[in-house]
């Protein structure tokens, strides 16, 4: 099972990005899916979550501007981000809790991370 994380690069501030993370291999179900970042000297923080059923949840600093969704079908998450500022900057890290092999053996996966750069 792997988290294959994609959508990340340079963009001006204020502008959208959309982030994809898509979970391959085995999979019997997936829990909540997720995505963290990690600026240069900070710990590695939650930006939004979303559970199976569509649930979500936000980092205060990111309400209103970005938008988690998931499709269960493709195994895929996403991350919609819009009015993008500097202080976004991160390597972005997907996250997924998942079911997988004949044992159903339960797993906590990240994505290889992928960078968003922000420009003034």
């Known amino acids: 099972v792997q988290l294959q994380a994609s959508g990340g690069g340079l963009v001006q501030s204020g502008g959208p990005l959309r982030l994809s993370c898509a979970a391959s291999?085995?999979?019997?179900?997936?829990?909540?899916m997720g995505w963290y970042r990690q600026a240069p000297g900070k710990l590695r923080e939650l930006v939004a979550v979303?559970?199976?059923?569509?649930?979500?949840n936000y980092a205060d600093s990111v309400k209103g501007r970005f938008s988690i969704s998931r499709d269960n079908a493709k195994n895929t998450v996403y991350l919609q981000m819009n009015s993008l500022k500097t202080e976004d900057t991160a390597v972005y890290y997907c996250?997924?809790?998942?079911?997988?092999?004949?044992?159903?053996?339960?797993?906590?996966?990240w994505g290889q991370g992928t960078l968003v750069t922000v420009s003034s």
């Open positions: 979303i559970t199976t059923e569509g649930s979500t």
């Open positions: 291999g085995s999979i019997f179900s997936i829990n909540a």
């Open positions: 996250n997924a809790g998942i079911l997988y092999g004949s044992s159903y053996t339960y797993k906590n996966y």
